[in-house]
C-alpha cells in the first residue's frame, strides 16, 4: 500500500487518500463507471501512471485530419477532433476516424454545456470514445452527459476552462463521475502570456494525478514542466499537427514523457 500515489493493491484512487478517513460510514462508494476507483493506465512496473499524450487536432478539413492520422495512428494515445472540426463538419471526422482506425482511441471535443443526454448520446453513437464537457455547465447537464456517456461504455473529459475555483469545482466533478478533468488555457488566453501549469498544479493538489489532463500551448519546449507533475494526460495541438514531421514529433513527445 503507497499512500502517497494513492494506491491499494492494483487498484488506484483518484482523490487524496486522506480525504477518505474523515467521510461517515457507507458513504465510501467505489464505482469503475463514476471513476473513484481504478486500475487502468499503469506502468508497466506499477510504479505509478504512465502518462498519455493526446494531439488536438484543430483542423476544420476532414482530410487533413485523417492524412494526420495516417501518420500516427499506431502511436498515439488519444487522437482529438478539436472544436473547430466539430463546428464546420460535425461528426464526420469522428466516423471516418473510427472507420479507419477502430482500435483508436477519439476524443470529440464537443464542450457540452446544454442539452447533455441529447448531444452526448449523438456523439458516442458516431464512435467518439471520449466526450468533453464544460466544467462550466449546470451540474444536471455534467450529470446527464456521465450517464450517458456510461451507457455507451465511453469516458467524459470535463474542461476547465474559464473556471475560477479549481479545487472546488474539480471535487464536485469527481462526485458526478466524470472520468478525467482537464486545465485549459485557451488560444485567446495564450496571447496574453498565459500558461495552464499553475492551474495543472492547483487541480492535481486537489484531485490527484491519474484523472488530469492539461491542454494549452504545450510544446516540446514546455513539455519537460508538465511532465514533470505526472498528469494522466498531457494535450499537444499545433506543436503536433503543424509539425513538418507529425510522427517525429509525437515520437519526440513521448519520448520526453517517458523518460
Given amino acids: 500500500m503507497q499512500t502517497g500515489g494513492r494506491t491499494f493493491s492494483r487498484y488506484r484512487f483518484r482523490r487524496p487518500l486522506l480525504q477518505y478517513l474523515f467521510i461517515p460510514s457507507g458513504a465510501l462508494r467505489f464505482s469503475f463507471a463514476s471513476g473513484f476507483l481504478h486500475g487502468h493506465n499503469k506502468s508497466d512496473d506499477g510504479g505509478g501512471i504512465l502518462m498519455k499524450l493526446q494531439i ?9 485530419i485523417m492524412e494526420i492520422a495516417e501518420q500516427i495512428a499506431d502511436i498515439i494515445d488519444i ?18 476516424l473510427k472507420k479507419a482506425y477502430p482500435d483508436m482511441t477519439v476524443l470529440a471535443d464537443s464542450k457540452i454545456v446544454d442539452g447533455g443526454a441529447i448531444e452526448c448520446k449523438d456523439i458516442c453513437e458516431c464512435g467518439a470514445d471520449i466526450v468533453t464537457v464544460l466544467a462550466l455547465a449546470d451540474s444536471a447537464t455534467i450529470k446527464e452527459v456521465v450517464k450517458t456517456a456510461h451507457q455507451y461504455g465511453r469516458k467524459v473529459l470535463a474542461d476547465l476552462l474559464c473556471v475560477t475555483d479549481i479545487p472546488a469545482r474539480s471535487r464536485e466533478l469527481i462526485e458526478m463521475g466524470v472520468d478525467y478533468i482537464g486545465v485549459h488555457t485557451g488560444v485567446d488566453m495564450q496571447q496574453e502570456g498565459r500558461t495552464p501549469l499553475a492551474d495543472l498544479r492547483e487541480l ?25 507533475e505526472n498528469p494522466e494526460i498531457i494535450i499537444a495541438g499545433s506543436a503536433l499537427y503543424k509539425a513538418d514531421d507529425v510522427r517525429k514529433a509525437v515520437l519526440q513527445m513521448k519520448e520526453v514523457m517517458h523518460s
Avoid: H, Q
Fill in 56 to 64: 488536438a487536432v484543430d483542423i476544420a478539413d476532414s482530410k487533413k
Fill in 79 to 96: 487522437f482529438e477532433v478539436g472544436t473547430p472540426a466539430i463546428m464546420k463538419e460535425g461528426m464526420l471526422p469522428v466516423k471516418m
Fill in 204 to 228: 492535481i493538489r486537489a484531485v490527484g494525478t491519474d484523472c488530469s489532463a492539461v491542454a494549452g500551448g504545450v510544446n516540446l519546449r514546455s513539455l519537460p514542466d508538465y511532465a514533470a
